[in-house]
């Protein structure tokens, strides 16, 4: 189970980039996948998941209507378009699995099988 988080990159404030994260050797839609984030001195946070329930999205209070997730299963692909991108936006972010249940969605003790993560620099 390998997972590869791309397409990061240096933006200025405002600006938009999608995020991809690929699937090697298994079908990513078998699955609940997120996105997190870490930025440096900060722990990892969840930013954006598919809910277990009925696979709709949660997002974090930070990024809601600035960021979507969504599927392409033909490509066995899920993205995060990042739109109007601020500088707290700038962090090293991850896609993961969720391998265990609880009651809160893109709970970070849930996740697992990270793959490299894909750095995001939002600055002028």
């Known amino acids: 189970v390998q997972l590869q988080a791309s397409g990061g990159g240096l933006v200025q404030p405002g600006g938009s980039l999608r995020l991809s994260c690929s699937a090697s050797?298994?079908?990513?839609?078998?699955?609940?996948v997120g996105w997190f984030r870490q930025a440096p001195g900060k722990e990892r946070e969840g930013v954006s998941c598919?809910?277990?329930?009925?696979?709709?999205?949660y997002y974090t209070d930070s990024v809601k209507g600035r960021f979507t997730i969504s599927r392409d299963n033909a490509k066995n692909t899920v993205y995060l378009q990042m739109n109007s991108l601020r500088p707290e936006d700038t962090a090293v972010y991850y896609c993961a699995l969720r391998l265990y249940t609880s009651d809160y969605e893109c709970y970070l003790p849930d996740f697992g099988s990270w793959g490299r993560g894909t750095q995001v620099t939002v600055s002028s």
């Open positions: 598919f809910t277990s329930s009925d696979h709709s999205a």
């Open positions: 050797g298994f079908r990513l839609d078998y699955y609940v």
